[in-house]
């Protein structure tokens, strides 16, 4: 039986235009019902630099997860709504004035300094694997 060939996922560098940093290198989009529902649940580490996009979303859970992560609420110009660094697994968050968010690594918001109302830039990236 022949292999269906794969789509390229698309990955964005995302920087921080209010900040001038970067936020993430390396963030995989999940825009597909399965991917989204999936998000970061089979993960067991996440580089530094790493992280997922998930669009549409407005709230998010890390039952199963095995790890913290830092959580970005996006609204539609991409504007840091809410912030949730190291949410810890079993937990729930959300933003009902959130349309997208960014699951990271533990302690990105920290290091790059965001704050909510920062305005986020999407570069396209070539992916790594």
Not at 84 to 96: E, G, K, T
Not at 117 to 122: A, E, N, P, S, V
């Amino acid at each position: 039986m022949a292999q269906e060939p794969r789509i390229p996922v698309p990955h964005y560098r995302i920087v921080n235009l209010d900040r001038g940093c970067e936020l993430a290198a390396h963030v995989e989009v999940a825009g597909e019902s399965s991917s989204r529902r999936r998000g970061l649940l089979a993960t067991s580490h996440l580089d530094e630099a790493a992280g997922i996009w998930i669009a549409p979303c407005e709230a998010i859970h890390t039952f199963g997860m095995k790890m913290p992560i830092d959580v970005v609420f996006l609204d539609r110009t991409h504007r840091a709504r809410k912030l949730v660094p190291n949410l810890s697994p079993a937990r729930i968050a959300l933003c009902l004035a959130g349309s997208s968010v960014l699951e990271l690594a533990s302690g990105a918001i920290a290091r790059s300094g965001l704050q909510p109302g920062d305005r986020l830039q999407f570069h396209a990236v070539r992916p790594t694997r």
